[in-house]
């Protein structure tokens, strides 16, 4: 079985086959072990810790996600999604679920966006919370009880 160690640089992956950097633990295939990237880390030294599962659906179900790009997003108790992209202007519409990973899964009605999970962190002190999206993109969000602008 051939070992291939992962380093991230900017943009770009690159395997090397059969290198191990000091104190990296070596992982095969099927392993468990994840590794994170450097934002999750420092959000993490930070104090942030990953929201998800039964605490992440009370905090999304019912209510409106209101990002730092402008978008507004009200997500029903009955698992679906509307709201405007702050970005394009656009409506947009889909489903949504908590995986068994404890992570929010969003399949959009729409071509242009990717379907997919995303992991969110809060920082308990300060309640920001970050959000990594399904296309690997950051942004900030709060939620607005209810359905803030009635989509």
């Not at 992982?27 to 934002?39: H, I």
């Not at 209101?66 to 108790?77: A, I, N, Q």
């Not at 929010?104 to 970050?130: E, P």
């Amino acid at each position: 079985m051939r070992k291939f160690i992962f380093l991230f640089s900017c943009c770009m992956l690159v395997l090397i086959p059969g290198i191990l950097l000091a104190g990296a633990e070596q992982q095969t295939a099927g392993s468990a072990a994840t590794a994170l990237l450097p934002r999750e880390q420092k959000l993490i030294e930070e104090g942030y810790r990953e929201l998800k599962g039964e605490e992440l659906r009370n905090m999304i179900s019912g209510n409106t996600e209101h990002s730092d790009t402008g978008s507004y997003f009200y997500h029903s108790p009955e698992g679906t999604f509307k709201g405007k992209s702050g970005q394009s202007g656009k409506f947009f519409s889909g489903t949504w679920t908590i995986n068994a990973d404890g992570k929010i899964c969003r399949n959009w009605n729409s071509q242009y966006i990717a379907t997919g999970c995303s992991t969110l962190y809060i920082n308990d002190n300060s309640k920001d919370i970050q959000w990594l999206d399904t296309d690997g993109r950051w942004y900030g969000t709060k939620f607005l009880t209810g359905n803030f602008k009635m989509y």
